[in-house]
């Protein structure tokens, strides 16, 4: 799944977007309520993890804001306010589960399992469409014009990231974080060495290509030049 945690304490953060991208996840973070309530409206997240307490913007704020525009994205709400009177009240304000600060990773990702097969039972789409190419995120398996292409476990990520954000521009930090979970940009051409090994699989056996470089930016997957 790709999920938006937010969070405001380093440590906590780290933790959890440790343990989420080694249950095999996409994890955004953001520290700030006012800068994740613009994230959370320009991505497609299929979960966000929200801290209760947020600088700018509160958590429940911040929740409230999201259901008021119609984004019904699934909510597991983060607190140290463990009290009946919270836990309801985040619920109220559109939070689909609570989970109370100290908590295990076990339990988190429990939750998470749960609020994933819930989203999934509530939508048909298990599966990213663009052009002729389609990708089976159950199965993990990929296909353009029906001819199965097979690809490593890191190119499948680099690949469902690109395809979650079709037609927009994803840039080689974002790569950098959420593919290789690096929060800071190495001196390494990784992504552009992985990204040419990608296009031999996508694009050169079709005639129209998918993934395209946006000079001084980044890439994006479009049909399209």
């Known amino acids: 799944m790709q999920i938006l945690?937010?969070?405001?304490?380093?440590?906590?953060?780290?933790?959890?977007?440790?343990?989420?991208r080694e249950a095999g996840h996409i994890v955004d973070h953001h520290d700030d309520g006012k800068r994740a309530l613009i994230q959370a409206t320009l991505e497609d997240y299929d979960l966000i993890i929200l801290d209760r307490m947020l600088p700018?913007?509160?958590?429940?704020?911040?929740?409230?804001?999201?259901?008021?525009?119609?984004?019904d994205t699934p909510v597991l709400m983060l607190t140290a306010l463990g009290d009946v009177e919270e836990r309801v009240h985040?619920?109220?304000?559109?939070?689909?589960?609570?989970?109370t600060k100290p908590f295990a990773l076990t339990e988190l990702l429990a939750r998470v399992a749960v609020l994933g097969r819930r989203q999934r039972a509530s939508s048909e789409e298990t599966r990213l469409v663009v052009a002729d190419l389609e990708i089976n995120l159950l199965a993990r398996t990929?296909?353009?014009?029906?001819?199965?292409?097979?690809?490593?476990?890191?190119?499948?990520?680099?690949?469902?990231?690109?395809?979650?954000?079709?037609?927009?521009?994803?840039?080689?930090?974002?790569?950098?974080?959420?593919?290789?979970?690096?929060?800071?940009?190495?001196?390494?051409?990784?992504?552009?060495?992985?990204?040419?090994?990608?296009?031999?699989?996508?694009?050169?056996?079709?005639?129209?290509?998918?993934?395209?470089?946006?000079?001084?930016?980044?890439?994006?997957?479009?049909?399209?030049?």
């Open 90 to 99: 985040g619920l109220e304000s559109g939070a689909d589960d609570y989970l």
């Open 56 to 71: 700018r913007l509160d958590g429940i704020s911040l929740l409230r804001t999201l259901r008021g525009a119609g984004n």
């Open 5 to 20: 945690l937010i969070e405001d304490d380093e440590r906590v953060a780290s933790y959890v977007s440790k343990g989420l």
């Open 142 to 225: 990929v296909k353009r014009s029906g001819k199965p292409i097979e690809l490593t476990p890191r190119e499948f990520r680099l690949l469902e990231v690109l395809a979650r954000s079709a037609n927009r521009v994803v840039t080689r930090s974002m790569l950098l974080e959420r593919v290789w979970e690096y929060s800071f940009e190495p001196q390494t051409n990784i992504v552009d060495q992985f990204m040419s090994k990608l296009r031999q699989k996508i694009d050169r056996d079709f005639p129209r290509q998918l993934i395209h470089t946006v000079r001084g930016s980044g890439y994006v997957l479009r049909d399209g030049p």
